[in-house]
């Protein structure tokens, strides 16, 4: 239950009140406004069964309508109104209270990743709740003040929230840590990353059971495979977003190249996501036709196209710093393939028992995280590739395993 600032700091009455009734059984919404400079209007709708318990100062005369499922309350009362600048951190920190149908995704990072993702799963209304969870806490009330304010075209809650609230999340995504600096590969960031990760990770114990945590910190693919490893979450519910974002920029490409919607375009970019990825050229297709018949793809340099693909990254940070939209769009749309339960199929970082490493492959990803490996038909090439790529990240992942 929500009432945005600053209301929820001038009627902690009202609040109580709406909270004790509603929230058991179940809040179903509330809106708040400013009708002029001192008075405030509160709007509530709640189960029509929750009435017989209203205290006296919401008493029946407030009930506004009334159907056999739900009864609007309003009432309002003059007031000093609260500057923004004046409220508490207890306004945008996580509740303990929560309702029967909430969906929360707790994001761990605020930075340009954490909060671009916060914001697009925002903005996809698939969330009940997402938590902001940093190490700066100052900069996180910020940027969960900041997306509040988008708060205006969905209904998803945006709280800074603490380690132990993250672990409790039913999606958790971790976005923190170091970034690739100019020339630097994404595997040189595992010594900063890989403490920053047992520490998160132990403060998120104990991790509810049937969470999903989705690694989005470089070098994603190791990282993964040390969440498997330490989180205690069966393998299946940790995986990291791997090679999604170079699919993504490999589809973009086909689309401008073909003048056709990214969407008609199946082809995946696997392996590491990073210098040893590969783009499956065999097994792509577009409108059901096999991509390798087109004449557009018989004249690609296609080693020129999987080098532009792996290093976009590097090309976007030497001109602007870092990348942060391309993977917030990742990590939203994995968030919603998970609370809506999509099935969709994405390559992602998954730990594959015949290499016994995590890189990625397609996989189907639903409520439970990885529900489905899909491997596709590789040519004798792509074939050798992957092999390469998985070398290399095991060889990585070994130095890490204790
Ligand atoms: N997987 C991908 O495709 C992909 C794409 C882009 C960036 N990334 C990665 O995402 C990560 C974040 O990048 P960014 O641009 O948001 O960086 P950023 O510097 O903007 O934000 C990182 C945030 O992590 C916080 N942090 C650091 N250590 C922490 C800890 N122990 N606990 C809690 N918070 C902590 C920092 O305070 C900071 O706010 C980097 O590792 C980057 O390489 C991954």
């Given at each position: 239950?929500?009432?945005?600032?600053?209301?929820?700091?001038?009627?902690?009455?009202?609040?109580?009140?709406?909270?004790?009734?509603?929230?058991?059984?179940?809040?179903?919404s509330?809106?708040?406004?400013?009708t002029?400079?001192?008075?405030?209007t509160?709007?509530?709708?709640?189960?029509?069964?929750?009435?017989?318990?209203?205290?006296?100062?919401?008493?029946?005369?407030?009930?506004?309508?009334?159907?056999?499922?739900?009864?609007?309350?309003?009432?309002?009362?003059?007031?000093?109104?609260?500057?923004?600048?004046?409220?508490?951190?207890?306004?945008?920190?996580?509740?303990?209270?929560?309702?029967?149908?909430?969906?929360?995704?707790?994001?761990?990072?605020?930075?340009?990743?954490?909060?671009?993702?916060?914001?697009?799963?925002?903005?996809?209304?698939?969330?009940?709740?997402?938590?902001?969870?940093?190490?700066?806490?100052?900069?996180?009330?910020?940027?969960?003040?900041d997306?509040?304010?988008?708060?205006?075209?969905?209904?998803?809650?945006?709280?800074?929230?603490?380690?132990?609230?993250?672990?409790?999340?039913?999606?958790?995504?971790?976005?923190?840590?170091?970034?690739?600096?100019?020339g630097?590969?994404?595997?040189?960031?595992?010594?900063?990353?890989?403490?920053?990760?047992?520490?998160?990770?132990?403060?998120?114990?104990?991790?509810?059971?049937?969470?999903?945590?989705?690694?989005?910190?470089?070098p994603?693919?190791?990282?993964?495979?040390?969440?498997?490893?330490?989180?205690?979450?069966?393998?299946?519910?940790?995986?990291?977003?791997?090679?999604?974002?170079?699919t993504?920029?490999?589809?973009?490409?086909?689309?401008?190249?073909?003048?056709?919607?990214?969407?008609?375009?199946?082809?995946?970019?696997?392996?590491?996501?990073?210098?040893?990825?590969?783009?499956?050229?065999?097994?792509?297709?577009?409108?059901?036709?096999?991509?390798?018949?087109?004449p557009?793809?018989?004249?690609?340099?296609?080693?020129?196209?999987?080098?532009?693909?792996?290093?976009?990254?590097?090309?976007?940070?030497?001109?602007?710093?870092?990348?942060?939209?391309?993977?917030?769009?990742?990590g939203?749309?994995?968030?919603?393939?998970?609370?809506?339960?999509?099935?969709?199929?994405?390559p992602?970082?998954?730990?594959?028992?015949?290499?016994?490493?995590?890189?990625?492959?397609?996989?189907?990803?639903?409520?439970?995280?990885?529900e489905?490996?899909?491997?596709?038909?590789?040519?004798?090439?792509?074939?050798?590739?992957?092999?390469?790529?998985?070398?290399?990240?095991?060889?990585?992942?070994?130095?890490?395993?204790?």
């Open positions: 239950m929500f009432i945005s600032p600053p209301f929820k700091e001038i009627l902690p009455g009202w609040r109580k009140s709406i909270i004790d009734v509603a929230t058991r059984p179940l809040l179903l509330t809106t708040t406004h400013q002029n400079k001192n008075l405030v509160v709007k509530a709708r709640i189960p029509s069964s929750s009435l017989g318990s209203l205290p006296y100062s919401l008493s029946t005369s407030h009930v506004s309508s009334l159907t056999s499922s739900s009864a609007f309350i309003t009432t309002s009362a003059t007031t000093t109104i609260v500057k923004p600048s004046k409220l508490s951190r207890r306004n945008y920190t996580a509740e303990k209270v929560r309702c029967g149908t909430s969906k929360q995704v707790a994001v761990v990072g605020a930075g340009a990743v954490g909060s671009t993702i916060a914001l697009l799963t925002m903005m996809k209304n698939v969330a009940s709740e997402i938590l902001l969870v940093d190490k700066a806490k100052d900069f996180a009330l910020g940027q969960t003040w997306l509040a304010d988008a708060n205006i075209v969905n209904s998803t809650k945006v709280r800074q929230g603490t380690l132990k609230q993250a672990g409790q999340a039913e999606v958790i995504v971790i976005a923190t840590g170091a970034k690739q600096q100019p630097e590969s994404r595997q040189q960031l595992i010594d900063r990353n890989y403490e920053m990760l047992k520490e998160t990770i132990d403060g998120m114990q104990p991790i509810q059971k049937d969470g999903v945590m989705v690694l989005v910190t470089n994603v693919d190791t990282l993964t495979l040390i969440a498997q490893n330490i989180s205690g979450l069966p393998r299946n519910q940790v995986f990291g977003s791997g090679t999604y974002l170079d993504c920029r490999l589809t973009v490409y086909l689309s401008d190249l073909f003048n056709i919607s990214p969407s008609c375009i199946h082809a995946y970019v696997l392996g590491e996501h990073g210098d040893s990825q590969f783009i499956a050229w065999d097994a792509a297709s577009i409108g059901g036709r096999p991509l390798n018949s087109f557009e793809i018989r004249q690609l340099d296609k080693e020129t196209v999987r080098l532009a693909i792996a290093n976009k990254a590097m090309d976007i940070i030497d001109y602007k710093g870092s990348t942060y939209y391309g993977i917030g769009a990742c939203a749309s994995i968030c919603e393939s998970i609370l809506r339960n999509a099935l969709n199929i994405r992602l970082s998954v730990y594959v028992k015949e290499f016994d490493t995590v890189l990625s492959i397609p996989s189907k990803l639903g409520a439970k995280g990885i489905q490996i899909m491997p596709v038909p590789l040519s004798p090439g792509e074939h050798k590739q992957l092999m390469e790529s998985a070398a290399t990240l095991r060889a990585i992942g070994e130095r890490y395993q204790k």
